[in-house]
């Protein structure tokens, strides 16, 4: 089972910037693609940004791109979402999810971390 550890969220005012971090303990992200969603007051959880494997391509959603910014690093098992500009639409709790493909849809994810909240003042 893989387990994956979201931080680096908390609360922030619009136009400021947060950089969120993703890790497994247990369980090498090396041969997976990895995403992060998220799901605000209300809503779905919908996709915000994926990676493959390498790292070397990268996709993210219409309301996120230009701000956000998705990484990783194989040597210290992470990926990593930068996020700046944030705008109160902003507002979720975030989740790092991994799985075999590369995808932007939630249900190809089989491991998720439990989120973590991210709030944008207006």
């Known amino acids: 089972q893989v387990q994956l550890v979201e931080s680096g969220g908390g609360l922030v005012q619009a136009g400021g910037s947060l950089r969120l971090s993703c890790t497994a303990a247990?369980?090498?992200?090396?041969?997976?693609?990895m995403g992060w969603f998220r799901q605000g007051p209300g809503k779905d959880r919908e996709y915000v940004a994926a990676?493959?494997?390498?790292?070397?391509?990268?996709a993210y959603a219409d309301s996120v791109k230009g701000r956000f910014t998705i990484s990783r690093d194989k040597a210290k098992n992470s990926v990593y979402l930068q996020m700046d500009s944030l705008k109160s639409e902003d507002t979720a709790v975030y989740y790092c999810?991994?799985?075999?493909?590369?995808?932007?849809?939630?249900?190809?994810?089989?491991?998720w971390g439990q989120g973590t909240q991210v709030t944008v003042s207006s």
């Open positions: 247990e369980h090498s992200l090396s041969n997976l693609a």
């Open positions: 999810a991994a799985g075999i493909r590369y995808s932007t849809i939630v249900s190809d994810y089989a491991y």
């Open positions: 990676i493959n494997l390498s790292g070397r391509s990268t």
